[in-house]
């Protein structure tokens, strides 16, 4: 469906270096900190930027150098970027009326879109008057009606709260193109992957399925997921147990109800472990890596 060979691109503070994978109809999250290179990859791909190196393959056919508008991709960037002076139905349908469709084309397939993400009711409003969540779906009803062959998201749910984005995630789970999602939010890549890459400091370090959450093989990934990394060796906080009256000390407790996240200084490396003992600041503890 896509490849990438070899990509490497310098815009700004971002770099990216030398990512190569591939994707097939699936729906892929790119996962990583603020600042990784995120963000350019899609604009590479999208067309916006211009790689400094490598190639961009879809079906097989090389888009690299292809204006954005002959690529067939759905681009949507995390400012949304709806038209203030266009209402709803008039945002949805403005990249099938540059194309010149024919208007009743237009009209059954923006309200079969709109149908589609739950915003038929909101087609006669304007963009100011709607919730982060209602701009949200608009801006992928606009994508979409152009019928990509991949659609890019930009971090789609970061501006939203946690109700509104559940029912974003629900709405996203329904797209059946291939899709690269750019994040840095966990829930979405348990929720949404069936793909997925993780990039720091602008290299992708581990691509694959959703195992790589559960099993890291990479030090800096296994970190940046949250994993202890103790003598080379990486460790989940799970396969970390404690006891009260031991050597090291809890410098901090996180309660979420039906276990507790502790910090513990062991040895000068701030451990992470999960427990359902009763533990608090302060507190001595004994600690067996598993």
């Known amino acids: 469906m896509i490849t990438i060979k070899n990509l490497s691109k310098r815009w700004k503070e971002f770099q990216l270096k030398d990512i190569s994978f591939s994707l097939d109809k699936e729906y892929c999250i790119i996962l990583g900190p603020s600042g990784s290179g995120k963000s350019v990859l899609l604009k590479c791909i999208a067309g916006i930027l211009k ?56 009209e059954r397939k923006v309200r079969e879109i709109a149908e589609f993400l739950n915003i038929a009711h909101l087609l006669d409003r304007e963009p100011k008057s709607l919730s ?15 019928e990509p062959k991949l659609l890019l998201l930009d971090e789609p749910t970061s501006s939203l709260d946690i109700s509104i984005k559940e029912e974003i995630i629900k709405e996203l789970s329904k797209i059946e193109i291939a899709v690269i999602h750019v994040t840095h939010d966990l829930v979405e890549a348990r929720s949404l992957a069936e793909k997925l890459g993780i990039f720091i400091d602008g290299k992708l370090l581990e691509f694959g399925d959703k195992k790589i959450l559960d099993k890291p093989k990479n030090r800096k990934v296994a ?11 990486i460790v989940s906080p799970w396969d970390v147990k404690v006891e009260l009256g031991g050597e090291y000390k809890v410098l901090n407790v996180l309660d979420y109800g039906y276990y507790k996240k502790i910090l513990v200084d062991y040895n000068g490396t701030l451990l992470k472990i999960f427990t359902k003992k009763n533990i608090s600041i302060g507190d001595k503890v004994n600690v067996y890596i598993q």
């Not at 150098?65 to 690529?71: F, L, M, Q």
């Not at 982060?132 to 152009?146: H, P, T, W």
């Not at 949250?226 to 003598?231: M, P, R």
């Open 223 to 233: 970190k940046f997921l949250g994993f202890n990394v103790i003598d080379d060796k």
């Open 132 to 146: 982060g969540g209602e701009q949200q779906r608009v801006a992928l009803a606009r994508a979409l009606v152009l």
């Open 51 to 106: 790689p400094d190196e490598g190639n961009i393959f879809l079906e097989g056919e090389e888009i690299t150098n292809k204006a954005p508008e002959d690529r067939n991709i759905g681009y949507v960037p995390q400012n949304y970027a709806l038209f203030p002076h266009l209402n709803v139905y008039k945002n949805i349908a403005y990249g099938l009326t540059i194309k010149k469709v024919d208007k009743l084309k237009i």
